[in-house]
């Protein structure tokens, strides 16, 4: 059973509104979440993290929102440009270094 | 350069056959990981190690096996190939202190 799951197998967006990525895991023992973005034909790139002791994250127009009573979190992307148009992935750790990775979402910046 | 380098970039090969795809880093970091990469299914560890002599199954390590040959080396194996392990198979690095994985750009594998 996946531990981490992305549930939205892909959005559509338009550019310059907001975009939210969710995703949701079963294991309270991760205490560290990560989002990778994924162009074609190249490797996953680290985009922003978040700390279990957070439950807010932000970086220039990405934001990690993080509620771990609800074992959920959120990538915020705001304003959505179609440079954005990417799968992300999100990942979590348990302090044991490996990470566990969601199944990512295919997101569509439309201009 | 690419920090992380995967060889080959693409191979297609026949059921049966044994296929090494490999890794080198040169972040000097010891935590060197395989990945698998399946639509829908995200990443899934293969294999991990933390260091030299240390070597850790993962996730999905039924019909592989890796070497650590160096500090900047992680290959990966399949000793005989099958369909369902056609797949884009990801090296990645990590830092002792770092959260952050670093990853190579990937080697597209098909097994006909």
């Known amino acids: 059973d996946q531990q981490v799951k992305q549930n939205s197998p892909s959005l559509s967006v338009q550019e310059g509104r907001i975009s939210i990525l969710n995703c949701d895991y079963t294991?309270?023992?991760?205490?560290?979440f990560l989002w990778y973005k994924k162009y074609p034909a190249e490797g996953p790139t680290f985009l922003i993290s978040?700390?279990?002791?957070?439950d807010k994250n932000e970086d220039g127009r990405f934001t990690v929102f993080l509620n771990k009573s609800a074992k959920h979190l959120s990538l915020h992307i705001v304003p959505s440009q179609p440079g954005d148009s990417a799968v992300y992935f999100c990942?979590?750790?348990?302090?044991?270094?490996?990470?566990?990775f969601g199944g990512g979402t295919r997101l569509m910046v439309k201009p | 350069d690419a920090d992380v380098t995967q060889t080959p970039r693409n191979r297609i090969t026949k059921t049966g056959k044994r296929i090494m795809l490999e890794c080198s880093q040169t972040?000097?970091?010891?935590?060197m990981y395989w990945y698998r990469q399946d639509p829908g299914l995200g990443l899934r560890l293969i294999y991990y190690?933390?260091?030299?002599?240390?070597?850790n199954k993962g996730e999905i390590s039924d019909g592989y096996s890796v070497s650590r040959q160096a500090q900047a080396k992680f290959s990966l194996s399949l000793e005989s190939a099958i369909p369902n392990q056609t797949a884009l198979y990801f090296c990645?690095?990590?830092?002792?202190?770092?959260?952050?994985?670093?990853f190579g750009e990937g080697s597209r594998l098909t097994v006909l």
């Open positions: 978040i700390s279990s002791i957070k």
């Open positions: 972040k000097g970091h010891d935590r």
């Open positions: 990942a979590a750790d348990d302090a044991g270094n490996m990470l566990t």
């Open positions: 190690s933390f260091d030299v002599k240390d070597i």
């Open positions: 990645a690095t990590r830092g002792q202190t770092t959260g952050e994985l670093f």
């Open positions: 294991n309270s023992m991760f205490d560290y």
